[in-house]
């Protein structure tokens, strides 16, 4: 359209030039080729869970979250969730094959929960203490189990909890599965004002099959501006700094540590209908973290 108003323009001036030569033709400004500067994301940290069948996570990279909460301060972590978490190998170890497994399984241990007798074990690995993930990228490539009752979960709290309560702290979910869905996975930012039932979360469905079939690449970038979430190199779902402000403080611009945990029961997929889906085993095949430069 530029060009045909320029043409038609040069055409007038011929004319009212009496069709001289000498009539000037405008000149079309230079394009603007200018792009936004590619992002380069170096890796600073990783855990590609290598080792023997049966060994421990790196102690100098992952701890424990043991128990039902209750040593905590937060019975049932918060949302009445079954599970009693362990460090053993029965629950949580390498493969040998290069991945983690996380296996939730009917308890065996005579052990009791804050609802009675403990009815499941599984395991929460997480790198507090050890590894604070600046703004950046993290991402993980994990095969989730399905049946209802189970929530596995990839997912950040902000570096300074517990010192700053939550969720003031600031907590993104890379990755979460309500067990009953099992094409569909989630991500969600919560902080002061914007927590629980927060308005920042979306849903993601892949198809055919499920989340079950194989291993998905699930990710998060973030800075002082946005978070984006992702899906296999797809982004699903991004919240920009003006939008949480409309709630409250930002808690995107901080470090943040990183949880693996494969829950049972609870306020987000109810409990299990049937034990039949135990054991279920989520598997992790990698961690990385990266640094953004432009």
Same mark, same amino acid.
């Given at each position: 359209m530029i060009h045909s108003r320029l043409a038609t323009l040069a055409i007038s001036l011929l004319t009212a030039c009496g069709g001289g030569a000498a009539?000037?033709?405008?000149?079309?400004?230079?394009?603007?080729? *200018?792009? !936004? /500067?590619?992002?380069?994301?170096?890796?600073?940290?990783?855990?590609?869970?290598?080792? $023997?069948?049966? =060994?421990?996570?790196?102690?100098?990279?992952?701890?424990?979250?043991?128990?039902?909460?209750?040593?905590?301060?937060?019975?049932?972590?918060?949302?009445?969730?079954?599970?009693?978490? *362990?460090? !053993? /190998?029965?629950?949580?170890?390498?493969?040998?094959?290069?991945?983690?497994?996380?296996? $939730?399984?009917? =308890?065996?241990?005579?052990?009791?929960?804050?609802?009675?007798?403990?009815?499941?074990?599984?395991?929460?690995?997480?790198?507090r203490g050890k590894l604070a993930a600046a703004p950046g990228r993290v991402e993980a490539r994990i095969r989730i189990p399905s049946g209802q009752g189970l929530w596995p979960a990839f997912w950040m709290l902000g570096n300074d909890f517990p010192a700053v309560k939550w969720p003031d702290s600031g907590e993104l979910d890379i990755m979460e599965n309500h067990g009953s869905k099992p094409s569909t996975s989630s991500s969600a930012i919560h902080g002061p004002n914007y927590f629980g039932n927060t308005p920042f979360a979306h849903s993601n469905t892949i198809a055919p099959g499920t989340l079950a079939d194989d291993f998905h690449l699930y990710a998060v970038e973030w800075d002082a501006g946005h978070a984006?979430?992702?899906?296999?190199?797809?982004?699903?779902?991004?919240?920009?700094?003006?939008?949480v402000l409309r709630y409250g403080a930002s808690i995107l611009d901080k470090p943040y540590f990183i949880i693996l945990n494969l829950a049972v029961g609870g306020n987000f997929d109810g409990d299990p209908l049937s034990d039949s889906i135990l054991p279920a085993t989520m598997l992790v095949d990698y961690v990385r973290v990266y640094t953004a430069s432009k």
């Open positions: 009539a000037a033709t405008p000149t079309l400004p230079p394009a603007d080729t *200018t792009t !936004a /500067p590619p992002i380069t994301w170096t890796q600073v940290w990783s855990d590609e869970f290598d080792g $023997a069948a049966g =060994a421990s996570v790196d102690p100098a990279k992952w701890g424990f979250d043991l128990g039902d909460g209750c040593a905590a301060g937060n019975c049932g972590w918060g949302n009445n969730e079954k599970e009693y978490y *362990t460090n !053993a /190998p029965e629950n949580v170890s390498l493969d040998g094959q290069g991945r983690l497994a996380i296996v $939730a399984r009917p =308890a065996v241990l005579n052990t009791t929960c804050y609802y009675g007798p403990c009815k499941y074990t599984s395991a929460k690995i997480t790198t984006a979430f992702f899906v296999d190199g797809v982004k699903h779902y991004e919240v920009l700094k003006s939008d």
